[in-house]
């Protein structure tokens, strides 16, 4: 059943998202994420799941945390690849270029998290955005990237 309904849940297609943290010692950490949605405008809360067996679950469920939602364009293939994998810490300039060439991005705080099957249901507020010109989103469609 779990197979099939992976396959089932991979005919809806989604936009990638980039969740990005900076870690103890003053790099940056990101995942890959397209379980992302909005919630609420008043107050400005968003939501995404995080996978419990997740390396880097301890750096993205830390309270009063600040993190960046990042929408991935159709130019950052690579960007997607190098986050979901185990080289996923960066510097300072690659969190530069990675914004800079994505659709738009949020700076949050973790707001609140709840446990949900084999995920992790991680509500942020939103402290404030910025759109990018206009760009082409990267999507998730029938569990590959499309361009």
Request: a positive charge; glycine letters at 2%.
């Amino acid at each position: 059943m779990k197979n099939n309904l992976r396959k089932c849940l991979a005919l809806f297609s989604t936009g990638i998202t980039a969740i990005t943290s900076q870690t103890e010692d003053n790099l940056y950490e990101g995942i890959t994420v397209n379980s992302f949605s909005s919630v609420s405008l008043k107050p400005p809360i968003v939501m995404w799941c995080l996978d419990k067996k997740t390396k880097s679950k301890k750096n993205f469920i830390k309270k009063n945390k600040e993190y960046k939602i990042i929408f991935l364009s159709a130019k950052q293939k690579k960007d997607c690849y190098k986050l979901a994998s185990k080289n996923n810490k960066f510097d300072y300039r690659y969190e530069v270029n990675l914004l800079k060439k994505s659709m738009g991005y949020l700076n949050c705080k973790l707001y609140k998290k709840f446990n949900a099957g084999d995920h992790i249901i991680i509500l942020h507020k939103v402290i404030k955005f910025k759109i990018n010109s206009k760009k082409k989103p990267l999507i998730f469609f029938k569990s590959k990237i499309l361009v």
